[in-house]
């Protein structure tokens, strides 16, 4: 039976709670939000386009040397409806991919075995940061004369050139899950694999991500100097038609794949952007 | 249930501390956080601990929650079951409110319906009804240690321990939530062993304000509050025994200058 203190008081409770959340904020329609965010980018490449035809037009190189964007732009055109240039960027994604997953398997294991027992940490811990900065094109000499010119060589250096960014992002993730967290974890009796599956490794989920996102950097650059020094035979990559379009001295179709290269470089920087800024709104990392 | 029936002095004991001292460190660098502590809570009290900086409460808290280990004397809750709140609310970011409150419940391993139930239940009581699904950034600093509370409640503890709870609250929201506080513990029947350096706040709450000295923790004095619930903290009454116990604790820290 509620008595007239008993509403009073939940009255109070619930108006102090209305007021103390924010009021919603309109952000907005979507169409608004996407011109604003993407006019800037839209103006820094043309500034970039303008700059390029500047040069051009100063006549600092020859043009067969440096064409400017106009000639980029057509064979670039003329090489993406071509279906033979898919197949390239197919192998070389399918490359990549196998590689990344091969690195975050492999990273994953060694980074929570490693935050696991004390002793492989000391062991093991500083080399993994020493792999973290080894430049990845240094592995191929050996690479290659471990796996000799094939696929295995290429994913040698991109696994090699990726794994210890994972095993960091996780091995910091787990070293730095929040002393508060943890005495929650205590408090609530949590132990052995149960402490793993509803603390450790969500808490460790953000640096994780970024472990990840820095891990796809390195595999993706190992992939583009693989491809570029170890050209399998019958696979037209990516970095293969580059190397045949510096062999036959066209700057323009080099400078399409290099348009390529960032353009995909830039797409799966945007998936994990997407993913690690869900990751924040939903955990309310966020500066706002 | 009545009021009077809270103010009944019963004899059972549910934690129960005798000349409990701990130690942190050995040989020079020993420090000793509590020395002889004797202290007794009865089933269904409100006991506040109340001291100045470097007292040992927190200390306390732990032993009894049984995070650390005693160095000395003996400590008995009867293997009951304690639960420990803390100063920040501390809620698991990657789950909703009602994953929070529903947590402890997994960890006993309740099935899914029947902790979605709970834990429905479990935020009417702390008047969140409605909020489950809410990720807990998006409520205010109130509203996140009442869910705290609610996850603690559901651990099904015999003794409530916590710590300086409302410490970072502002004033309105603290003195909306020591209501709060007072008739969840009185409808569930709890036992409460509550740390503050808030005078005023122990009184508002507690039936018994126990006072420890610092550097080392003791006992000084028990405090025994005779005022009938339910109390405002801005009465005249809790007023004066707040400054009654102010003095003592002033001394106390006076007894730390050079």
Same mark, same amino acid.
């Given at each position: ?17 209305? =007021? ?21 980018? =839209? ?5 970039? /386009? ?94 290659? /004369? ?58 460790? =989920? ?20 693989? #491809? ?61 | ?188 029947? /709890? ?9 005023? #706040? ?41 400054? #009654? ?14």
């Amino acid at each position: 039976m509620p008595t007239e203190t008993a509403v009073a008081e939940s009255a109070e409770v619930s108006g102090l709670d209305n =007021l103390e959340l924010a009021p919603k904020t309109d952000k907005g329609t979507i169409g608004t939000r996407i011109w604003k965010n993407t006019w800037p980018k =839209l103006l820094a490449v043309a500034i970039v /386009l303008l700059a390029w035809q500047i040069v051009v037009w100063s006549g600092w190189k020859p043009e067969y040397v440096l064409p400017g964007p106009q000639t980029v732009f057509t064979d670039l055109k003329d090489v993406i409806t071509t279906g033979d240039f898919w197949d390239g960027v197919r192998l070389t994604l399918t490359r990549a991919l196998t590689g990344f997953l091969l690195a975050v398997a492999i990273g994953t294991v060694v980074g929570a075995a490693v935050s696991r027992f004390a002793p492989l940490r000391a062991a093991i811990g500083s080399l993994i940061t020493g792999l973290q900065t080894m430049p990845s094109i240094m592995w191929f000499p050996l690479a290659i /004369l471990l796996f000799q010119i094939s696929e295995s060589a290429i994913m040698f250096v991109v696994v090699i050139g990726a794994a210890p960014s994972v095993a960091n992002g996780l091995i910091s993730g787990i070293d730095y899950v929040p002393r508060t967290w943890l005495r929650v974890g205590q408090v609530l009796g949590m132990k052995g694999i149960a402490k793993y599956r509803h603390l450790i490794l969500p808490a460790s =989920l953000p640096s994780f991500i970024s472990g990840l996102k820095q891990g796809w950097a390195f595999s993706w650059r190992s992939l583009m100097a693989g #491809e570029l020094l170890v050209i399998v035979p019958g696979a037209l990559s990516i970095g293969v038609r580059m190397q045949q379009a510096r062999d036959l001295s066209d700057s323009s179709l080099v400078i399409c794949y290099i348009i390529v290269v960032l353009v995909i470089g830039i797409l799966i920087d945007v998936i994990f952007n997407a993913a690690d800024n869900a990751l924040r709104k939903r955990w309310g990392l966020t500066g706002s | 249930m009545s009021l009077l029936e809270h103010t009944e002095v019963r004899t059972d004991a549910v934690v129960r501390l005798e000349n409990v001292s701990k130690q942190y460190g050995s040989g020079a660098h020993a420090l000793l956080a509590l020395d002889r502590v004797s202290l007794t809570v009865r089933q269904g009290e409100f006991v506040c601990l109340l001291g100045a900086s470097g007292c040992g409460k927190s200390t306390l808290l732990s032993l009894v929650a049984g995070l650390d280990q005693i160095s000395g004397g003996t400590l008995d809750i009867g293997g009951r079951k304690v639960s420990l709140m803390f100063q920040e609310a501390a809620l698991f970011p990657w789950l909703s409110v009602a994953g929070n409150v529903e947590l402890p419940l997994r960890l006993q391993g309740i099935g899914k319906a029947e902790r979605k139930k709970r834990a429905a239940e479990l935020l009417e009581i702390v008047r969140l009804r409605g909020f489950g699904d809410k990720r807990p950034h998006e409520l205010s600093g109130g509203m996140r240690q009442r869910v705290a509370l609610a996850r603690a409640l559901a651990q099904d503890a015999d003794i409530l321990l916590m710590d300086e709870p409302f410490g970072a609250l502002d004033a309105m929201t603290r003195d909306i939530l020591h209501d709060e506080l007072e008739r969840i513990w009185r409808e569930q029947d /709890l036992t409460v062993l509550f740390v503050t350096h808030n005078v005023r #706040e122990a009184v508002r709450l507690g039936d018994r304000v126990v006072l420890l000295s610092s550097r080392p923790g003791r006992v000084i004095e028990d405090f025994p509050v005779t005022q009938g619930r339910p109390r405002r903290i801005d009465s005249p009454e809790v007023a004066g025994q707040a400054a #009654e116990i102010t003095d003592r604790l002033r001394a106390e820290v006076a007894r730390h200058a050079n």
